[in-house]
């Protein structure tokens, strides 16, 4: 049972345009929501969260959105740098807290010149 | 200030043996959580240690132990280990507050 769905495999986007993942969740009881951007053999590094109390939270050209209601949330990267490329996993927990996370399958994302 | 460091990097061990990981988290975090990364069942939470007690616990075997001293740094332990046991075994600090937590380099350990 895949509580935290990724469904884009993967994604290609030119320098400079908007990056936009996806991530769908289930449970209703994800309270807190997180972002990471992984390069293989490393562990992955943190980039932004969300509280369920909030709809949009923004750093720098990162900013993840909240829709409770559609149990979905994005994370949108402007604008995209070749940096930027790396399989991005969304996390979830039911404790408020980075704790207990639940990760989707990861978005491979390719920034091209 | 110095990130989460977990030892050893890699290790290679035989099927029935068990071992211990390390992690010293990000100074000042008091919450230590054990993720394990295999390329079928993708990064799945183990374990989490606050205060040296265990706070929350994931859908792994008895065999996938841990602790926490008081200095917050924590050891996993897996005991019989066998072949599907072979992961990338990542370590994560936080503040126990809403704040990111804060990933490891991981140790990839194998089983033959």
């Known amino acids: 049972d895949q509580q935290v769905k990724q469904n884009s495999p993967s994604l290609s986007v030119q320098e400079g345009r908007i990056s936009i993942l996806n991530c769908d969740y289930t449970?209703?009881?994800?309270?807190?929501f997180l972002w990471y951007k992984k390069y293989p053999a490393e562990g992955p590094t943190f980039l932004i969260s969300?509280?369920?109390?909030?709809d949009k939270n923004e750093d720098g050209r990162f900013t993840v959105f909240l829709n409770k209601s559609a149990k979905h949330l994005s994370l949108h990267i402007v604008p995209s740098q070749p940096g930027d490329s790396a399989v991005y996993f969304c996390?979830?927990?039911?404790?408020?807290?980075?704790?207990?996370?639940?990760f989707g399958t990861g978005t491979r994302l390719q920034v091209t010149l | 200030k110095a990130g989460v460091t977990q030892t050893p990097r890699y290790l290679i061990k035989t099927r029935g043996q068990q071992v211990t990981l390390s992690c010293s988290p990000i100074?000042?975090?008091?919450?230590v959580s054990w993720y394990q990364q295999t390329p079928g069942q993708g990064l799945q939470f183990l374990f989490e240690?606050?205060?040296?007690?265990?706070?929350n616990k994931g859908n792994f075997p008895g065999r996938f132990s841990g602790r926490q001293f008081s200095n917050s740094r924590s050891e996993m332990n897996v005991s019989t280990l066998e072949l599907g046991d072979s992961a990338l075994y990542l370590c994560?600090?936080?503040?126990?507050?809403?704040?990111?937590?804060?990933f490891g380099q991981g140790t990839r350990l194998t089983v033959v």
């Open positions: 994560a600090s936080s503040s126990g507050q809403t704040l990111g937590a804060f």
């Open positions: 449970n209703s009881m994800f309270d807190y």
């Open positions: 969300i509280s369920s109390i909030k």
């Open positions: 996390a979830a927990s039911p404790t408020g807290t980075a704790s207990k996370l639940t």
């Open positions: 100074s000042g975090h008091r919450s």
């Open positions: 240690y606050f205060s040296e007690t265990q706070r």
